[in-house]
């Protein structure tokens, strides 16, 4: 689900990067590497924030054009633009009240002393 957070650097003067090795898949198709990824071995994108929750933000949508830029290397469809469940649906709060009741299920119900 966050698979972009590991990818995030601060550099020295606090600006935030997203830095990902391109993987070996794709260094071994020197035409396709050069062509989506400049011949380089390191993915290196400026997020443009020092702020850690603009940067977050930033790093969700530079992970998805990395893996775009990543599956059309190897020439398959990328998983990000294909249709399904995934939408983002709004935060209500009946969905709150439900992630809160199965928090407490989880949380406090195993610690709860029968008496």
Sequence with gaps: MANHLRYIRRR??????????VPKAVRERPDEWRTHFGGKALYRASLRTKSQPEALLAGRSEHERFESR??????????????GDNTTRPVTPAAL????????ERVVRPWAQDR
Excluded: C, F, P
């Design 12 to 21: 020295a003067n606090g600006v935030s990067y997203y830095e990902r090795r």
């Design 70 to 83: 990543y599956q059309a290397a190897l020439g398959q469809k990328s998983a990000l633009t294909e249709t």
């Design 97 to 104: 009240d439900r992630i809160r009741a199965d928090a407490r």
